[in-house]
């Protein structure tokens, strides 16, 4: 006799909505069965049905609410059963959530609590039934309406429960797997089969089941048939017939399936449901809302706003399909597009993408929440660009327009603003007009004047600083119009006098951008004695390393009383002066006993006055005279540097294999600069080149794009892949990168070259997807492969895997040397071998491969030197649907 935990066991009927044994296409029917085909339901919706049977009764109902985050669902199951050797009665609650992963994959659930009595007690039991479906889209035609139509694959599991109590008569877990598509349709029919097998509890049996349904206008019909010794109830043929009613805010349905007699199931069954779903399919648009910050920009990589983000909300009723982000100059000239990658291609799945695409909203997966721009334009194809280009766009104002669509076509307003690109720091000039003043009222230099000339907009901001030189600030003033003289009394801001000694003045500005600038002066002296003397620097260090860059110092004596002088001494040491110690770590010294032995300058080439170099370090040069009447003013002691040892470099690239085509994957590089030097940064450069080897097979490295800049720069540069000329890396090439600085007294380091590969790119072209390889290569006039280019063809065919649902070209193009003929002979015979290398030995179908041989006539650079010619000697893959 049947068992009541047959339904909840086997039933393909009762809870697929009455579908005479089969899941059906439908996502509402098989959701009942398949959690996973929640996530296809996009109307709310009801469905209740019952069982007629002399043995059973009971009903079901179904709630499903579709979301941005996914399908929720709640479906109570009720039977009651006259056989008093099984339960008499049974109560599940399934609590569902379902929603698409990817295009193809999806996911759901349901959480189930279960209540079951019977003649030898009850029990309780709360389980989980998770679900898997892949849809592979298929349109495969066999001509005639005839094909393979949405072929999908499913994997479900039933009754995975912990149960207390009296659990001998309770459903016993199920695991289902089994395939559906649809093979033929028209306009107004259509008709699909499935297939599935079932394990149930020790698995010792595996039921199989067969399903075939039809549908037409508002009709349909179903039946199937169920092989298994373990279930009565539906074992052997089940039949299903419907009618459906789609109106414009909604549908209606009825459904009943019926269970004929058999040699086991003695009297014939009945199931009955109506149900509906409501609500219009949305034609509701996207909305958008975000910021941009920050506003202006200025794409320099001195580490201050080098990029602005575009932040990104989007709220919509149903699934994104695409967007955009055009960026335009102020002529209306879109300069710089992102958008959806629209390919169909078989991405990895790990842990991590399956936890974000089941938990985030639905719109959140496609549109990306955050859009970085470094301020470049669209990259060029290799024909476009020329050396000339430059891919960096000009300073000025851009407007952008973000526009969205569903997948109902509905599109966006778009969400438009400006954004402004500004890498001009503002510029400022200063100049002392003395170096040394007393302000102690005896009118002369009583006030330190400087003269300050800025250039920048009118916003810019300033900020003037008096530090002593530990660098702490002793007065500071703020502009936003910095006046043309600065005027300094020698008083703090409480109006105390501020000590005598060595000062700097600097000047700082700042743009919206982010720029800055900052000048100083040379160090000034303060003293209030009346017979003042100072020393003038030419500089504040040296280099004395023999490159003819600040190889030496001048040093300018300054005497205001030159009258009475008997003795002179410039003195150089390593330790700073001490009223009882003032010649510590002598180094050198320069002197004399009369005023007319007193030189205008002194130069200092480093060296000891014994002749020897000295270490790097920082020195002190200080001033001294006596005079006849027994005075015996001294200079502040003058800080000096010595360097000559390079900046310490160091650079290394995020990416060991870099793929920069737009599908999503290992699409930006980003260089990591690590520069160390004590006596600060002049300017540096990070150059990126590509590696070719010319006819003599001579290794050359091919200048391909530069990152510079100044006294400031950024940790951590990301790169898009465009070089200086606007054009994208190659495919399959090595490109060496290397770091230089040079410090502020000339030393200059590089760092050691580094290296990263590009792998194969798929870019998209108004040809279609193309892959362009110019590293598949052939000896001379020969259409054989060479065996150095069977790693780049096994990375080719491990891409090309990726898209199955792509039928392949392959173009073969030469170089001009040689008789056109022949060029176009040898193009085809290269274009063969590379498809019969990739059927034979990566197993590619060679139905989706054809080739054509091209000759020369389609080069992407002009013949006039061998890189150009290596580059349009090449290999090129169309993939088109």
Same mark, same amino acid.
């Given at each position: 006799?049947?068992?009541?935990?047959?339904?909840?066991?086997?039933?393909?009927?009762?809870?697929?909505?009455?579908?005479?044994?089969?899941?059906?296409?439908?996502?509402?029917?098989?959701?009942?069965?398949?959690?996973?085909?929640?996530?296809?339901?996009?109307?709310?919706?009801?469905?209740?049905?019952?069982?007629?049977?002399?043995?059973?009764?009971?009903?079901?109902?179904?709630?499903?609410? !579709?979301?941005?985050?996914?399908?929720?669902?709640?479906?109570?199951?009720?039977?009651?059963?006259?056989?008093?050797?099984?339960?008499?009665?049974?109560?599940?609650?399934?609590?569902?959530?379902?929603?698409?992963?990817?295009?193809?994959?999806?996911?759901?659930?349901?959480?189930?609590?279960?209540?079951?009595?019977?003649?030898?007690?009850?029990?309780?039991?709360?389980?989980?039934?998770?679900?898997?479906?892949?849809?592979?889209?298929?349109?495969?035609?066999?001509?005639?309406?005839?094909?393979?139509?949405?072929?999908?694959?499913?994997?479900?599991?039933?009754?995975?429960? &912990?149960?207390?109590?009296?659990?001998?008569?309770?459903?016993? !877990?199920?695991?289902?797997?089994?395939?559906?598509?649809?093979?033929?349709?028209?306009?107004?029919?259509?008709?699909?089969?499935?297939?599935?097998?079932?394990?149930?509890?020790?698995?010792?049996?595996?039921?199989?089941?067969?399903?075939?349904?039809?549908?037409?206008?508002?009709?349909?019909?179903?039946?199937?048939?169920?092989?298994?010794?373990?279930?009565?109830?539906?074992?052997?043929?089940?039949?299903?017939?419907?009618?459906?009613?789609?109106?414009?805010?909604?549908?209606?349905?009825?459904?009943?399936?019926?269970?004929?007699?058999?040699? =086991?199931?003695?009297?014939?069954?009945?199931?009955?449901?109506? #149900?509906?779903?409501?609500?219009?399919?949305?034609?509701?648009?996207?909305?958008?809302?975000?910021?941009?910050?920050?506003?202006?920009?200025?794409?320099?990589?001195?580490?201050?706003?080098?990029?602005?983000?575009?932040?990104?909300?989007?709220?919509?009723?149903?699934?994104?399909?695409?967007?955009?982000?055009?960026?335009?100059?102020?002529?209306?000239?879109?300069?710089?597009?992102?958008?959806?990658?629209?390919?169909?291609?078989?991405?990895?799945?790990?842990?991590?993408?399956?936890?974000?695409?089941?938990?985030?909203?639905?719109?959140?997966?496609?549109?990306?929440?955050?859009?970085?721009?470094?301020?470049?334009?669209?990259?060029?194809?290799?024909?476009?660009?020329?050396?000339?280009?430059?891919?960096?766009?000009?300073?000025?104002?851009?407007?952008?327009?973000?526009?969205?669509?569903?997948?109902?076509?509905?599109?966006?307003?778009?969400?438009?603003?400006?954004?402004?690109?500004?890498?001009?720091?503002?510029?400022?000039?200063?100049?002392?007009?003395?170096?040394?003043?007393?302000?102690?009222?005896?009118?002369?230099?009583? $006030?330190?004047?400087?003269?300050?000339?800025?250039?920048?907009?009118?916003?810019?901001?300033?900020?003037?600083?008096?530090?002593?030189?530990?660098?702490?600030?002793?007065?500071?003033?703020?502009?936003?119009?910095?006046?043309?003289?600065?005027?300094?009394?020698?008083?703090?801001?409480?109006?105390?006098?501020?000590?005598?000694?060595?000062?700097?003045?600097?000047?700082?500005?700042?743009?919206?951008?982010?720029?800055?600038?900052?000048?100083?002066?040379?160090?000034?002296?303060?003293?209030?004695?009346?017979?003042?003397?100072?020393?003038?620097?030419?500089?504040?260090?040296?280099?004395?390393?023999?490159?003819?860059?600040?190889?030496?110092?001048?040093?300018?004596?300054?005497?205001?009383?030159?009258?009475?002088?008997?003795?002179?001494?410039?003195?150089?040491?390593?330790?700073?002066?001490? !009223?009882?110690?003032?010649?510590?770590?002598? =180094?050198?010294?320069?002197? #004399?006993?009369?005023?007319?032995?007193?030189?205008?300058?002194?130069?200092?080439?480093?060296?000891?006055?014994?002749?020897?170099?000295?270490?790097?370090?920082?020195?002190?040069?200080?001033?001294?005279?006596?005079?006849?009447?027994?005075?015996?003013?001294?200079?502040?002691?003058?800080?000096?540097?010595?360097?000559?040892?390079?900046?310490?470099?160091?650079?290394?690239?995020?990416?060991?294999?870099?793929?920069?085509?737009?599908?999503?994957?290992?699409?930006?590089?980003?260089?990591?600069?690590?520069?160390?030097?004590?006596?600060?940064?002049?300017?540096?450069?990070?150059?990126?080149?590509?590696?070719?080897?010319?006819?003599?097979?001579?290794?050359? $490295?091919?200048?391909?794009?530069?990152?510079? #800049?100044?006294?400031?720069?950024?940790?951590?540069?990301?790169?898009?892949?465009?070089?200086?000329?606007?054009?994208?890396?190659?495919?399959?090439?090595? *490109?060496?990168?290397?770091?230089?600085?040079?410090?502020?007294?000339?030393?200059?380091?590089?760092?050691?070259?580094?290296?990263?590969?590009?792998?194969?790119?798929?870019?998209?072209?108004?040809?279609?997807?193309?892959?362009?390889?110019?590293?598949?290569?052939?000896?001379? #006039?020969?259409?054989?492969?060479?065996?150095?280019?069977?790693?780049?063809?096994?990375? &080719?065919?491990?891409?090309?895997?990726?898209?199955?649902?792509?039928?392949?070209?392959?173009?073969?193009?030469?170089?001009?040397?040689?008789?056109?003929?022949?060029?176009?002979?040898?193009?085809?015979?290269?274009?063969?071998?590379?498809?019969?290398?990739?059927?034979?030995?990566?197993?590619?179908?060679?139905?989706?491969?054809? *080739?054509?041989?091209?000759?020369?006539?389609?080069?992407?650079?002009?013949?006039?030197?061998?890189?150009?010619?290596?580059?349009?000697?090449?290999?090129?893959?169309?993939?088109?649907?």
């Amino acid at each position: 006799m049947p068992q009541s935990r047959d339904i909840a066991e086997f039933s393909s009927s009762t809870a697929g909505n009455s579908l005479g044994a089969t899941t059906g296409i439908d996502a509402v029917d098989a959701s009942m069965l398949n959690a996973a085909r929640l996530g296809e339901i996009q109307r709310m919706g009801l469905t209740g049905g019952v069982f007629l049977s002399p043995q059973f009764d009971g009903g079901f109902g179904m709630f499903y609410l !579709p979301s941005s985050f996914g399908t929720l669902a709640i479906f109570p199951t009720y039977v009651q059963d006259s056989d008093p050797t099984g339960l008499n009665s049974f109560l599940a609650v399934r609590l569902g959530y379902g929603r698409l992963l990817t295009e193809n994959l999806s996911f759901g659930t349901y959480i189930v609590p279960s209540f079951g009595q019977s003649t030898a007690g009850s029990y309780f039991g709360i389980g989980i039934e998770p679900a898997l479906n892949y849809n592979f889209r298929s349109a495969l035609s066999f001509g005639s309406g005839f094909g393979l139509y949405d072929f999908s694959l499913f994997l479900t599991t039933r009754n995975l429960s &912990l149960n207390i109590g009296e659990t001998a008569a309770a459903a016993r !877990p199920s695991l289902r797997f089994g395939l559906q598509s649809s093979f033929y349709r028209n306009n107004e029919f259509d008709s699909y089969w499935l297939l599935e097998a079932l394990g149930v509890g020790d698995f010792t049996t595996m039921p199989l089941h067969f399903g075939l349904g039809a549908s037409w206008s508002f009709w349909h019909v179903r039946g199937g048939y169920m092989f298994s010794q373990e279930s009565e109830l539906f074992r052997g043929l089940s039949l299903g017939t419907g009618l459906k009613f789609d109106f414009e805010s909604g549908q209606l349905r009825a459904d009943y399936a019926f269970l004929p007699s058999n040699e =086991v199931r003695k009297e014939a069954y009945h199931f009955l449901s109506i #149900g509906g779903n409501w609500g219009s399919v949305d034609s509701k648009p996207p909305i958008i809302s975000g910021s941009v910050s920050p506003g202006y920009f200025s794409p320099n990589h001195d580490g201050a706003q080098d990029y602005t983000f575009f932040n990104v909300q989007v709220q919509d009723d149903s699934p994104i399909l695409s967007w955009v982000l055009s960026i335009q100059d102020i002529s209306g000239r879109e300069v710089r597009r992102f958008q959806h990658d629209d390919r169909e291609i078989q991405r990895g799945f790990g842990f991590r993408e399956f936890y974000e695409s089941a938990f985030n909203r639905r719109e959140s997966l496609v549109v990306p929440p955050v859009i970085r721009w470094d301020g470049t334009a669209n990259r060029l194809a290799i024909e476009e660009s020329g050396l000339g280009a430059e891919s960096a766009l000009p300073d000025g104002a851009y407007r952008y327009s973000f526009i969205v669509t569903d997948i109902h076509n509905n599109v966006s307003k778009p969400w438009v603003g400006s954004v402004v690109i500004d890498t001009q720091a503002p510029q400022a000039r200063l100049s002392l007009e003395n170096e040394l003043f007393s302000p102690n009222n005896d009118g002369n230099f009583d $006030q330190l004047i400087i003269l300050q000339e800025t250039f920048g907009a009118a916003e810019d901001t300033w900020v003037g600083t008096i530090r002593d030189m530990d660098g702490k600030a002793v007065i500071e003033y703020s502009w936003e119009d910095a006046p043309p003289t600065f005027v300094w009394n020698g008083q703090k801001p409480d109006g105390s006098e501020a000590p005598e000694g060595l000062y700097r003045y600097e000047l700082a500005g700042l743009d919206y951008a982010g720029n800055r600038s900052l000048v100083k002066t040379r160090p000034f002296t303060l003293t209030r004695r009346v017979d003042t003397i100072d020393l003038i620097l030419s500089a504040d260090g040296l280099s004395p390393n023999g490159d003819k860059v600040l190889d030496s110092v001048s040093i300018r004596p300054e005497v205001q009383f030159r009258t009475g002088i008997t003795s002179w001494e410039i003195v150089i040491t390593s330790k700073k002066p001490e !009223p009882d110690s003032p010649k510590p770590g002598l =180094v050198a010294e320069f002197n #004399g006993v009369t005023a007319d032995s007193l030189p205008a300058s002194i130069v200092w080439d480093g060296k000891s006055s014994g002749g020897a170099i000295q270490p790097d370090g920082l020195y002190f040069i200080t001033f001294r005279i006596r005079y006849a009447n027994g005075n015996s003013p001294s200079s502040f002691p003058k800080p000096l540097i010595i360097d000559t040892r390079p900046p310490l470099l160091g650079v290394e690239a995020d990416l060991r294999v870099f793929i920069p085509d737009g599908d999503g994957n290992a699409e930006e590089q980003v260089f990591r600069l690590d520069i160390q030097d004590d006596s600060g940064i002049a300017a540096w450069e990070l150059s990126v080149f590509e590696v070719q080897y010319d006819e003599k097979n001579t290794r050359s $490295q091919l200048p391909f794009k530069k990152f510079s #800049g100044t006294d400031n720069w950024t940790e951590k540069i990301f790169w898009d892949g465009k070089g200086d000329s606007g054009r994208l890396v190659e495919s399959a090439t090595i *490109y060496d990168y290397r770091l230089a600085a040079v410090d502020r007294f000339g030393n200059r380091g590089v760092s050691a070259d580094s290296r990263f590969e590009t792998g194969i790119m798929v870019l998209t072209t108004n040809r279609g997807l193309q892959i362009r390889l110019s590293a598949i290569e052939f000896d001379l #006039g020969k259409t054989t492969l060479k065996k150095s280019s069977y790693a780049v063809i096994e990375k &080719l065919a491990t891409v090309l895997q990726k898209y199955p649902n792509y039928a392949i070209k392959i173009e073969g193009h030469t170089d001009d040397i040689g008789d056109d003929e022949v060029n176009l002979k040898i193009s085809e015979k290269r274009a063969l071998s590379v498809m019969e290398y990739l059927i034979q030995n990566h197993g590619i179908d060679k139905d989706r491969l054809t *080739y054509e041989g091209r000759g020369e006539v389609f080069p992407l650079l002009p013949n006039d030197n061998w890189y150009n010619r290596s580059r349009n000697r090449r290999v090129e893959i169309i993939l088109l649907k």
